[in-house]
Antibody, heavy 121, light 109 residues
Framework: EVRLVQSGAEVKKPGESLRISCKAS????????IAWVRQMPGKGLEWVGI????????RYNPSFQGQVILSADKSISTAYLQWSSLKASDTAMYYC??????????????WGQGTLVTVSS | SSELTQDPVVSVALGQTVRITCQGD??????VSWYQQKPGQAPVVVIY???NRPSGIPDRFSGSSSGNTASLTITGAQAEDEADYYC????????????FGGGTKLTVL
């Protein structure tokens, strides 16, 4: 069974750093891109960026470029999303998802269960 | 970058057919995928590549597309179909760049 299991909820203060994780199992981790998606409270889905664990190639939504960093550790089949200085506006649920894109389509399956990040003073 | 537009709220009577639409310029070039999200749960893909349904998704879910508009149709809506539905497609910014619609909240009456 293909699964993505994310790390638990986090409560942080503004200015703090954070790294959340997404552990893959049931498939070849280095053969598929992993995407990250943000969902702010009561709002829709926003594509944050994507990483190819095979060589750590990354792409970012311009709205998130410079605000977050994507990384991956092939040895433990885990992808990461990290912030160096959190803001209250980073408060959201963050999902990872396996990317199954091909010539004219992009789609994600499966999705992790989500990690709730709360940033509050 | 691209934008995808969805009606915020749609309702359907139990057992009836409902169509949820998604409009955007990127849909003229790229296929849409549809995601169902129930409260407190992660999204689940229900349609990809315009008309493909992953295993385990009931055949009452179907997709279609014409021009800049894609549609998700639920034929014989069930109570458990009440959820938020999001469309997604490739963004003109690049192969792996994705844009999502704002979502449609489906209520089954």
């Amino acid at each position: 069974e293909v699964r993505l299991v994310q790390s638990g909820a986090e409560v942080k203060k503004p200015g703090e750093s954070l790294r959340i994780s997404c552990k893959a199992s049931g498939y070849s981790f280095t053969s598929y891109w992993i995407a990250w998606v943000r969902q702010m409270p009561g709002k829709g889905l926003e594509w944050v960026g994507i990483i190819y664990p095979g060589d750590s190639d990354t792409r970012y939504n311009p709205s998130f470029q410079g605000q977050v960093i994507l990384s991956a550790d092939k040895s433990i089949s885990t992808a990461y999303l990290q912030w160096s200085s959190l803001k209250a506006s980073d408060t959201a649920m963050y999902y990872c998802a396996r990317d199954l894109s091909s010539s004219f389509q992009n789609w994600f399956d499966p999705w992790g269960q989500g990690t709730l990040v709360t940033v509050s003073s | 970058s691209s934008e995808l537009t969805q009606d915020p709220v749609v309702s359907v009577a139990l057992g009836q057919t409902v169509r949820i639409t998604c409009q955007g310029d990127s849909l003229r070039n790229y296929y849409v995928s549809w995601y169902q999200q129930k409260p407190g749960q992660a999204p689940v893909v229900v349609i990809y590549g315009k008309t493909n349904r992953p295993s385990g998704i009931p055949d009452r879910f179907s997709g279609s597309s014409s021009g800049n508009t894609a549609s998700l149709t639920i034929t014989g809506a069930q109570a458990e179909d009440e959820a938020d539905y999001y469309c997604g497609s490739r963004d003109f910014s690049g192969y792996h760049h994705v844009v999502f619609g704002g979502g449609t909240k489906l209520t089954v009456l």
